[in-house]
């Protein structure tokens, strides 16, 4: 029998042999993160090495180590979807048996785009905290490790302190970097000088952003000179085992490891048995080796490559980083089934949180073009009773100024709005033509205030969506993402208009494959016609219809819906 490892790309095959009297064979294919791939093939080996079969029959396990956001593509890939900031993965990277990532938040990225995505089981089987990554002359100069240094802290420090150059790994590949963006958000508050120490740390960040956690760990400093860390990159949220890892090898400015307040949620390392394994063989294979690595035994092999247990602990091997906590808080294994929604104990969020914490960084580090379309109908005048007796038209109107206020310089936004005969029989009417926000920001926050209700105004909602996408087509830029983002409390009600199937036709030959335009329907309140507006989203590859049933929820789901690329 044969287990075939791969880890960081080199391969090394294993031959071991034994007298079990097997007859065949079943092999199991895992992808695991890179740190952990060399773990699982030790423990692989040995479990096999040992006898390791199924009712009599051999057990191969072929263990190769892969970036999570390699195998989250390949996923993507297969359903069809695609998640914001990722590519989809060529035919040359597959989708395993076994999919061991870092962190259950690509899970949960990929079942809130694909609907059909649902692993069999998941487990975690290690974990390890976020930190905040200093080197250690940078770290003492606040306090460490005698003192502890929150998020607020961090805040006040980012964007106002030139001698301090704070990066990340780019949250929509890199897990580490996606829960710090949560904990950021958290702290940062929602009132007007919250959003602004928010945008305000989104945009420094990603001014030292990488693609990599190897090319980030590359920017810290490479010699105790003073000009050379005053240079480099002073902080970065990584995972306590990046920082082992790094200080592993003897570095001459080693890492500290600074453990924040309100922690971030911890890498948990979810086993998962994908929806495709339904060999019973094959399947009590992957139950058999989760059952190992879950085995106390496996605790001493995890420690050494710089990973806690599930519970928090770690073995006699793991190399601790100066001021880590003989405990973490435990992740809890959870287990998903065709019936489940997959949520995850460990991440303490779900996919919609996720969505928006990505909307929001796309939003402010991120080149995009966009024309807002809003409803101005007269069922606009409708009062929210949960925004305090404000209309859905002053709801709306506020979540786009605070949409328009994240918006990073390098977004072009448009603004129009409709109803019925705004333009002699057109149902809608440019308020702002697309303009880049370097030069029409005033012009385009001063617009918002046009969008009031029309008295006994109707929806023209298919002549709209057809004009504005033929508007951004026909302006349509490379290297940015070009989309169409309509607000609508009603249905179509147009008697001087298209029909459905009028609209559906038309769109279907405006699109270029070259050319792609994502169109984003979000309906507010109850009067919607979801299937209505999912009809028109289905025909325009990676668009997505979004619901706010409480239209004081209108600012959550502005994000979500530039953070995903499905819908909900």
């Known amino acids: 029998m044969a287990i075939v490892v791969v880890v960081a790309g080199t391969w090394l095959t294993y031959q071991q042999f034994n007298d079990s009297g097997c007859t065949g064979s079943v092999r199991l294919s895992v992808s695991a993160s890179p740190e952990i791939a060399p773990a699982v093939q030790q ?18 396990v072929d263990v190769v180590g892969q970036n999570s956001s390699q195998v989250a593509g390949a996923v993507s890939r297969e359903h069809s979807v695609q998640l914001a900031g990722l590519g989809v993965a060529p035919e040359s990277v597959k989708v395993p048996d076994v999919w061991l990532p870092d962190s259950s938040t690509w899970l949960l990225r990929l079942k809130n785009e694909a609907s059909g995505f649902s692993p069999t089981k998941i487990a975690s089987v290690a ?48 897990a580490a970097g996606l829960t710090s963006l949560l904990a950021i958000g958290a702290v940062s508050g929602t009132d007007t000088e919250g959003l602004k120490r928010k945008s305000r740390a989104l945009t420094t960040l990603a001014e030292n952003k990488s693609k990599l ?36 090898a003897q570095p001459a400015v080693r890492l500290s490891a600074i453990y924040m307040e309100p922690s971030p949620a911890p890498l948990d390392y979810p086993y998962s048995i994908m929806p495709q394994v339904v060999d019973p063989s094959k399947q009590a294979a992957a139950d058999g080796l989760l059952a190992q690595l879950s085995a ?26 100066v001021g880590a906590p003989e405990a973490s808080p435990a992740v809890n294994p959870t287990t998903t089934g065709s019936g489940s929604e997959g949520g995850t104990a460990a991440s303490g969020v ?29 069922s606009m005048t409708a009062k929210v009773p949960t925004a305090g007796g404000k209309s859905r038209a002053e709801v709306t109107q506020a979540a786009a100024r605070f949409g328009l206020g994240l918006f990073n310089n390098q977004w072009s936004v448009g603004v129009w709005k ?19 926000l370097t030069t029409g920001r005033e012009e385009l926050a001063a617009s918002i205030d046009d969008l009031d209700p029309v008295p006994g105004g109707a929806t023209g909602l298919y002549d709209t969506i057809l004009a504005a996408y033929n508007e951004v087509k026909g302006g349509w830029q490379q290297g940015r993402s070009n989309s169409v983002i309509l607000f609508t409390d009603g249905i179509n009600a147009n008697d001087d208009g298209i029909t459905q199937e009028q609209l559906l036709n038309s769109l279907k030959k405006a699109q270029d494959p070259t050319k792609p335009i994502r169109l984003v329907l979000i309906g507010i309140g109850d009067e919607v016609d979801r299937n209505e507006l999912l009809a028109i989203s289905k025909v325009v590859k990676g668009s997505g219809v979004f619901i706010a049933p409480d239209e004081a929820k209108i600012g959550d789901i502005f994000f979500e819906a530039i953070g995903t690329r499905t819908g909900a």
């Open 43 to 60: 423990v692989a080996q040995k479990w096999v090495t040992e006898g390791a079969n199924v009712n009599g029959t051999c057990i191969a």
């Open 127 to 174: 974990q390890s905290p976020v930190v905040l990554a200093m080197p250690e002359p940078i770290a003492k100069q606040f306090g460490w490790p005698n003192q502890k240094l929150g998020w607020d802290t961090l805040l006040a420090q980012v964007g106002s302190n030139d001698k301090v150059r704070f990066g990340i790994v780019e949250p929509t590949v890199d």
């Open 213 to 248: 956690r190897e090319e980030l760990l590359e920017s810290f400093p490479k010699s105790a000179d003073p000009s050379e860390i005053a240079s480099s990159l002073s902080a970065a949220p990584l995972s306590e085992e990046d920082v082992v890892a790094f200080n592993g």
């Open 296 to 321: 106390a035994s496996a605790k001493d092999v995890l420690s050494a490559a710089g990973l806690r247990s599930p519970d928090g602990s770690y073995g006699a091997a793991f190399q601790a980083p």
């Open 350 to 378: 779900d996919g919609k949180t996720l969505s928006r914490a990505v909307g929001s960084w796309v939003a402010t580090t991120q080149p995009g073009r966009v024309l807002a379309v809003f409803d101005v109908s007269g």
């Open 418 to 436: 409709f109803a019925t005969k705004l333009d002699g029989n057109k149902p809608y009417r440019e308020v702002e033509s697309i303009k880049p």
